[in-house]
């Protein structure tokens, strides 16, 4: 009977343990720029000047503009094969290879099936998760085909604040919910948002931002966690494997996590 007390009382503390995330500084560095839209595991950073797309690494820089589509939006160079810009006020995406040459252009004015996009990401092969602002769907569009390959089943009526993907998930943050859905445009999972203002995917992990605080919620978890930043002013973020990366128009700071 002891035993059986005591174990219980194990699973009772471990259920009830509080998931601790730590950050520890490993280096700054100067830079000037727009905002900072990721670094690879080689180092190389990606980042955005005055509509321009940078790619930078030890000995070399590189980058790619056009002019004609006006500002740019977004990028993403979580494919850095792959690496996709978003040109809202012309409705228009562009797909870079590794160099920077562009490989694919889809303007979404033009082709038979019109979208009205205001957000996209990256997905699988060919491939990118955009808001259909017309439908309010999220859809996976193939840009090679120029097909849709799946969309999700219901409108999303909140207003959207942000969209981070990878080959498996998208991870749609509105007002009122970060929504997780898998490549065939099915819910998977969601928890209520709770005044985050923006989000990064890694691993399948997310971390959130609400004001200069950061959290973490984890692949197989609806419970959102602290992350302890040590009052740090977080501009932007991004997350790279175990590195937090925040940038601050000024300097780019690294940061090991540490999930205990």
Same mark, same amino acid.
């Given at each position: 009977m002891k035993i059986i007390q005591i174990i219980t009382l194990v699973l009772c503390l471990s259920l009830g343990a509080q998931e601790s995330i730590e950050i520890h500084s490993l280096s700054t560095s100067e830079l000037r720029a727009d905002s900072v839209i990721g670094v690879d595991n080689f180092g190389t950073i990606f980042y955005l000047k005055e509509s321009t797309i940078y790619k930078k690494n030890k000995d070399t820089t590189i980058s790619y503009n056009n002019l004609q589509l006006g500002k740019l939006t977004s990028a993403n160079s979580f494919n850095p094969l792959k690496i996709n810009l978003f040109y809202q006020e012309l409705n228009t995406v562009i797909i870079l290879d590794n160099r920077l040459a562009e490989i694919f252009k889809v303007d979404f004015n033009s082709i038979n099936n019109y979208k009205n996009v205001s957000h996209i990401s990256t997905g699988y092969d060919n491939t990118i998760w955009l808001f259909n602002q017309d439908t309010q769907l999220l859809e996976v569009f193939d840009y090679k085909t120029i097909t849709t390959k799946a969309q999700t089943l219901?409108?999303?009526?909140?207003?959207?604040?942000?969209?981070?993907?990878?080959?498996?998930? &998208?991870? %749609?943050?509105?007002?009122?919910?970060?929504?997780?859905? /898998?490549?065939?445009?099915?819910?998977?999972?969601?928890?209520?948002?709770?005044?985050?203002?923006? %989000?990064?995917?890694? /691993? *399948? &992990?997310?971390?959130?931002?609400?004001?200069?605080? %950061?959290?973490? %919620?984890? +692949?197989? +978890?609806?419970?959102?966690?602290?992350?302890?930043?040590? /009052?740090?002013?977080?501009?932007?973020?991004?997350?790279?494997? *175990?590195?937090?990366?925040i940038y601050n128009f000024e300097t780019l700071q690294e940061f090991q996590i540490k999930i205990n």
């Open positions: 219901k409108p999303i009526d909140s207003p959207i604040l942000d969209l981070k993907s990878n080959y498996n998930y &998208a991870y %749609l943050l509105t007002e009122d919910e970060l929504l997780i859905y /898998n490549y065939f445009g099915s819910l998977v999972r969601k928890i209520k948002n709770n005044g985050y203002t923006s %989000l990064q995917e890694n /691993n *399948e &992990a997310v971390f959130l931002k609400k004001d200069d605080d %950061l959290f973490y %919620l984890g +692949s197989d +978890s609806n419970k959102v966690v602290s992350v302890k930043t040590d /009052n740090i002013l977080i501009p932007q973020f991004f997350v790279t494997n *175990e590195t937090l990366y």
